[in-house]
């Protein structure tokens, strides 16, 4: 069945740094775009980056923009997240998120990491 596991979260301090992972299984991963997504308390769930089957192409949200990087390994069948200059304002839940079209359309999220952002 397919599977999308994140990690790599955890509480770092403003400015610092954070590297998610997303493993996936399941699925033909080389097929797929793949995105990262991220709900904050109290607020509604956002798409943060994305990144085509290849790799060939991202797309970034105007507030992560210069800050986070988006890239993959369809080798190990894994996303991920570089974060950098880390705000406050990232602290969030981060998802990875595919959408499966064939057989039928599917939209697998995996569990979630926490990031916390604070001194």
């Known amino acids: 069945q397919v599977q999308l596991v994140e990690s790599g979260g955890g509480l770092v301090q403003p400015g610092g740094s954070l590297r998610l992972s997303c493993a996936a299984s399941?699925?033909?991963?080389?097929?797929?775009?793949m995105s990262w997504y991220r709900q904050a308390p109290g607020k509604e769930r956002e798409l943060v980056a994305g990144i085509s089957s290849d790799g060939g192409s991202t797309a970034y949200a105007d507030s992560v923009k210069g800050r986070f990087t988006i890239s993959r390994d369809n080798a190990k069948n894994t996303v991920y997240l570089q974060m950098d200059s880390l705000k406050p304002d990232d602290t969030a839940v981060y998802y990875c998120?595919?959408?499966?079209?064939?057989?039928?359309?599917?939209?697998?999220w995996g569990q979630g990491t926490q990031v916390t952002v604070s001194s």
């Open positions: 399941g699925f033909i991963f080389s097929y797929q775009l």
């Open positions: 998120r595919t959408i499966i079209i064939k057989p039928t359309k599917r939209d697998y």
